[in-house]
């Protein structure tokens, strides 16, 4: 995680693209991209849903989407000091408090 998080800042920084890459800006940039993976989905039915991954082409932009995702997610825990991974770990812990079996 800490690899493609320093390979993905590399990638912003040797574009100069620092300056745009804010808490706010990124939050929106996430946000648009976990949109335009929803819009595969959008008017599926759940058994559709369930076999996107079986066309190669559905799956490719299923793949991109949640690459774009993931992207900003770890641009945006880069820029605030967030480890994603401490994160789920506390949040699920949470959960499992709150929800018990």
Not at 14 to 38: C, D, G, M
């Amino acid at each position: 995680m800490a690899g493609l998080q320093r390979r993905i800042a590399e990638f912003a920084a040797a574009r100069n693209w620092q300056p745009y890459h804010t808490p706010k800006n990124l939050v929106t940039a996430l946000s648009v991209e976990a949109s335009e993976l929803v819009e595969i989905f959008q008017w599926l039915t759940p058994e559709e849903s369930a076999r996107v991954m079986d066309d190669p082409d559905t799956a490719h932009r299923v793949g991109d989407e949640v690459a774009d995702v993931l992207a900003y997610l770890l641009q945006l825990c880069g820029v605030l000091g967030v480890d994603p991974l401490a994160a789920l770990s506390a949040k699920i812990d949470r959960n499992e408090r709150r929800f018990p079996v």
